[in-house]
C-alpha cells in the first residue's frame, strides 16, 4: 500500500515553486498534506492544489515541524531554511546553488545520478537548470565513449529569471512594437529583441556564475573532475525552454549514427533529428515537457573525435521541478525519508 | 581631383540593397550616376537617393551598359546577371554566394585581406554575414598566434532573412501576445519568442549551407584552409545584428590581456569588454554600426591554448552593405577599375 507524505513546498508562489505544485499533481505525487510557504509578502495568498484551495503561509523554522519533504524552490531562502527543515527531520530537495558543490550534498538527476541519493544527510541538491538539461544526454555519450571536452554556448529563455522576468519580457516587447521607450529592471538591458550574453554575476575570472555552474556542477554529477568543459551562457527573448550548442569530444570516436543510436535509447532523451522532415529541438516544442530533446547530430570536421549537438528542455520541469519531484520519488521508492 | 563613377544596385529594393544606398551616401561615395535594379516586381517603384528620387528599372543584361560597379545585393539574380556586368565591362560586387568559392573570384573583407582585390577579374566576392563579422576579430590573432581551431555557435537577426522576414517576427509577436494563432511563411516554424537551429539548406552530411559557408569563406579569406572550424548557426528572435560565440585555439598561448591588447589595435574592431561596467557586446548596441564588437574574452579552462569570445555585429552593414561599399573604396584607391 502506497504511503502518503507530509511536503512542503518553499517559495510557492514562484515560477519554480508553481511549477512544483503542478508536478506534483501530474505525477499523483503520494501527498498526505502539503504546505506551501513564502515570504511575508506572500502571506494568506490562495493557491490552487487540485480541488483544494492552499493558504500561503510565511516560510519560518517552526513550519517544518511534521514535514518529510521540504521542496525549496530555490532562492536566498534556501540557506537560512533549509537546515532548520532537516532539522526537523525533513529530507529538504534544494534548487537554490547554496549547498549544491558541498561534498557531502549529493547533487542529483535522476537519470544520471539516482544512486547518489542514497548517501544523503538530510539535503539533496537540484543542479541548475542548464546543467539539467545537458547532462542528461552527455551521460549516456560519457559512458559509451568517455567525454573529454564540452564547448557549449547556451540560448536561455528568461524565465529562468523568475516569473517578473517573463513579464519584463512581454511589457518590452510591447513597448518595443508600440515605439515607446523601454525601463529595464530586472535584466540590466533590454532583454525584447535582444541578447543578454550575462546571467548571474561575474567572477574575478571573466566567467558568469551560470557559466562556472555549468562547470563544477557537470564534474560532479558525472563524478568526473577530468572532465573539461567550457561555458558561454546568453540570455535570449524567448519565454520558456533552453537551448544548448554543444561540442563534444570523446576518447574514442563515436559517429553520428551511434550517437543517435545511444541517445534514442536514453532515459529522459528524445532524439529529434530528421533534418528533411524539419525535425530538430525548440524551445516551443520542447516548452511543457519533461524530456530533453536532441537532433543536429553531426561529426565536427574540425576535430577527429568531436561532434555536434543542439539541444532544447524545459527548464522549468525538467530544469528544475520535475527533476526535483523525480528525486523525491526515489527516495520513496528507496525509502530514504526519514 | 576626385572621379566620380557609374554604379549600379541589383536588389536595390531588398533590405541589403536599401542599405547599400544607404551607405553610398553615408560615405560620401564618388557617385556620377546611379541606377537602381530590381526584379519586375519592383520596376517603377521610387527609392530616395539624397535630393534626387530614382526609379527602379528591371534588372536585366542591357541595363549595365556603361556601369563601373556593379553592387549585387544578393540572390539568385547574380548568377545570371554577374556575368551580363562584367561582360559590358563593369566590375560586380556580389553580395550572393555564387561565386565566393570560385578559384578566380576574391572574397574579400577589407580589413582582412584587402590585397585580394588586385586579382580580380572583373567579380569580387562579398562573403557571407556571419563569416564576415567572424572573420574581423579572427584575423589579427591568427597573425598573433596562428589559429588551430574554431568552434561557434551564432545568434542570427532574422533581417538575415530580407525584410519580408522581420515582418513576420513583427507580425507574429503581436500574435502570440495577442493570444492569436501564428502562420510561419518565411521561417519553417514560429520565430516569435523561438529559436530554430536551421539557416539556409541542409546538406548530406547534418550541416546547413549557413554553417558550412562559414567554415569554407574563412579559410578562404584566411588563405589557411588548415585553420579548422565547426558551427552551429541559429535564428534567433532578434531584429538586426548577428551575435557569436567563439571558441578559439591558437598554436602558441594568448592571455586574456594580451588578446584584448590585439583587437583593441585591430582594423573595424571595438572591445566591449569591461564586466563590472556591464559592458559586453548585444545586438541593440551593434545595430546600425559598422565595427565588429567583441568581449567577454576569458580563458578556457579546458583548453591550455583556448580562450572564448562574444561578438556582435550589424549583419546588414558590416555583414553585408558596408563591406561591399568598401571593397569598391579600395577598387577606387587603387585604380583596379576597367
Known sequence: ???????????????????????????????ADIKVLASSRSEGKKIKFGSTELVVERAKPEAFKGI???????????KELVP???????????????????????????????????NH??????????????????KPIHDAA?????????????????????????????????????QPQIFPYQIAFNLIPHIDTFGENGYSREEMK?????????????????????RVPVIRSHSESVNIETEKKLTPEKIREILVQAPGVVVQDDLPALQYPMPLFASYRDEVFVGRIRND???DRAFNLWIAADQLRKGAATNAVQIAEILIKRDLLN
Not at 512542503?8 to 501527498?31: C, D, M, S
Not at 518529510?68 to 534556501?78: D, H, L, N, Q, R
Not at 568517455?146 to 529569471?161: C, D, H, L, P
Not at 562547470?215 to 573539461?228: F, P
Open 1 to 31: 500500500m502506497a504511503k502518503y507524505h507530509q511536503v512542503a513546498v518553499i517559495g510557492a508562489t514562484g515560477a519554480v515553486g508553481q511549477e512544483i505544485l503542478k508536478i506534483l499533481q501530474e505525477r499523483n505525487f503520494p501527498v
Open 68 to 78: 518529510e519533504i521540504a521542496f525549496f524552490a530555490g532562492g536566498p531562502v534556501s
Open 84 to 118: 532548520e527543515a532537516v532539522k526537523r527531520g525533513a529530507v529538504a530537495i534544494d534548487n537554490s546553488s547554496a549547498f549544491r558543490l558541498e561534498p557531502s550534498v549529493p547533487l542529483v538527476v535522476p537519470e544520471v545520478n539516482p544512486e547518489d541519493v542514497e
Open 121 to 138: 544527510q538530510g539535503v539533496i541538491a537540484n543542479p541548475n537548470c542548464s546543467t539539467i538539461i545537458l547532462v542528461v544526454p552527455l
Open 146 to 182: 568517455q567525454i573529454k571536452r564540452v564547448v557549449v554556448s547556451t540560448y536561455q529563455a528568461v524565465s529562468g529569471a523568475g516569473r517578473e522576468a517573463v513579464d519584463e519580457l512581454l511589457l518590452q516587447t510591447k513597448q518595443v512594437l508600440q515605439g515607446e521607450p523601454v
Open 214 to 234: 555549468l562547470l563544477l556542477e557537470t564534474q560532479k554529477i558525472l563524478h568526473d573532475t577530468k572532465l573539461k568543459i567550457t561555458a558561454t551562457t546568453v
Open 301 to 303: 570536421y574540425s576535430h
